[in-house]
């Protein structure tokens, strides 16, 4: 039987792929075509300690999936395929679970785009090119939004006229749902507890960063909302602000909204505070060299996430534990401790030693005794679209 999903993540530039066999739950190879549309356009893959990096000759999306299909026949697997499944940001409303793509779902990704204009389009290429690349197949589509569809009105609106959401979709979203689903169910299988019994408050830290309140299973809130620019400060996304400060950037500087976006988006966070890096590793090295903006960058960082930990608890209810994962939270043994040091007199204390063992893809408790539990866990978006493009597709 054919047991193997090709994992599909297809940006406007690049395209991540992985194959994995849904039985073992082993990654049989994984790898990115970047830099695609250009001259540069390259193709990197692993496949066990076989590490490989060629340039892509036909540099488009539909170049690169050849070019997979390519390495997928030299590596035997492509007979093993059974199945292809599609990361997709926003599924707006719609999408409540994982779907087998058709037509009408093509239609409701596109309607979508106007919410997500920078991945929707993208995903949509990836997705009318592996249909046309492997004819046949079943293919399947994973939301980042959709674990979020079981946040309650009071948490999904927002303070602004009803008419916005009626008419224009205006409501907060939330994204990072698939790692929070993948989290939250290894947490709850690590405590030994049913997974819709479990209830955590979970932060996602990576370039992209969110908290989210899991209540039994479910969420309930999360600190994104119509687009993944709200909540935390971010690599290089401001997260919070006043709204004010639209009006005043196009009133004083003269800038335009297009400009506003760019500048809350992608020259904001850690990379604005700083005036360094968006890297939370770079800045930890700077800030222990002395640069001031590393510092401030990184000490903001931490107090913005800690006090939306706190928020999130008020969604969440009493909890089995607090989750740190994603590069930062997988990772970052000074982050977790900075963050969880605001959070004592709500009885949250890390133990040094065990906090300084969880990284690099080591996982585990890192509380102190007395504590309310606190684990890292490796999150694995892509084994939850394969499992989910395995179930919707019959092959497990
Ligand atoms: P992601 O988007 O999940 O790949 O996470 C990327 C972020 O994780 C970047 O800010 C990295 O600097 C950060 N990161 C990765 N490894 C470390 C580390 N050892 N210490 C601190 N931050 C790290």
Known sequence: MKTCILVINCGSSSLKFAVIDALTRQAHLTGLAERLNDASAS??????ETRDTRPLEDGTHAGALHALIGLLEQAGLLPQIAAIGHRVVHGGEHFQASVLIDEAVIAQIEKCAKL????????????????????????????DTAFHQTMPEHAYYYAVPMALYREHGVRRYGFHGTSYRYVSQ????????????ASFVCA???NGASVAAIRQGKSVDTTMGLT????????TRSGDVD??????????????????NDLLNKRSGLLGLSGLSSDCRELEQAAAEGHEGARIALEKFC??????????????????????????????AWVRARAVAWLEHFGFRVDASANAVCVRGQGGFIHAEGSTPILVINTNE???????????AGVL
């Open 303 to 332: 107090y913005r996430l800690a006090k939306h930990l706190a928020g999130q608890l008020v969604a969440a209810g009493p909890i089995d534990a607090l989750l740190f994962t994603g590069g930062i939270g997988e990772n970052s």
């Open 43 to 48: 193709l990197t893959f692993r496949q066990g």
């Open 186 to 197: 290894e947490a709850a299988r690590i405590l030994d507890k049913p997974p819709q019994e």
């Open 243 to 260: 709204p004010g400060l639209f009006g005043h950037l196009a009133n004083e500087c003269g800038m335009t909204a297009q400009e506003i």
């Open 228 to 235: 993944p620019l709200e909540g935390l400060v971010m690599g």
């Open 116 to 143: 997500a204009p920078l991945h929707n389009p993208a995903h949509l290429i990836g997705i009318r090119t592996a249909l046309e690349c492997f004819p046949g197949l079943p293919q399947a589509a994973t939301f």
């Open 204 to 206: 996602h830290l990576g």
């Open 382 to 392: 892509e084994l939850m679209i394969a499992l989910d493009a395995a179930a919707l």
